[in-house]
Nanobody, 123 residues
């Protein structure tokens, strides 16, 4: 499976961005899908995700709950991360990842990653 993220950029605090993750060589409906992020000098951390049969809702890190929403469009085989009320501490490279089986919160469990997209939130 090959994953490609897009949609990152520079935004002011309080603004919004929508990240996209497209897949080739596999269908998202067969995998658990997650968004992770990594800020400079920090470990990669789980942001949001859903299991293979997930249709709505999802699992979120406490730091983004209520501000970020993960969704999936099976027709175009794309997963999105809608990010609202962005804060400077959301600045990081955001990665999309998939795994066969249930959703996992540990980055090390994932074998398929995109190249990442930079999100920078200015204060």
């Amino acid at each position: 499976v090959q994953l490609v993220e897009s949609g990152g950029g520079l935004v002011q605090a309080g603004g919004s961005l929508r990240l996209s993750c497209g897949a080739s060589g596999g269908q998202f409906t067969n995998y658990a899908t997650a968004w992770f992020r990594q800020a400079p000098g920090k470990e990669r951390e789980f942001v949001a995700g859903g299991g293979p049969n997930w249709n709505h809702g999802g699992t979120y890190a406490d730091s983004v709950l209520g501000r970020f929403t993960i969704s999936r469009d099976s027709f175009v085989n794309t997963v999105y991360l809608q990010m609202n009320s962005l804060k400077p501490e959301d600045t990081a490279i955001y990665y999309c990842a998939v795994i066969l089986g249930p959703l996992r919160l540990e980055a090390g469990a994932y074998g398929y990653w995109g190249q990442g997209t930079q999100v920078t939130v200015s204060s």
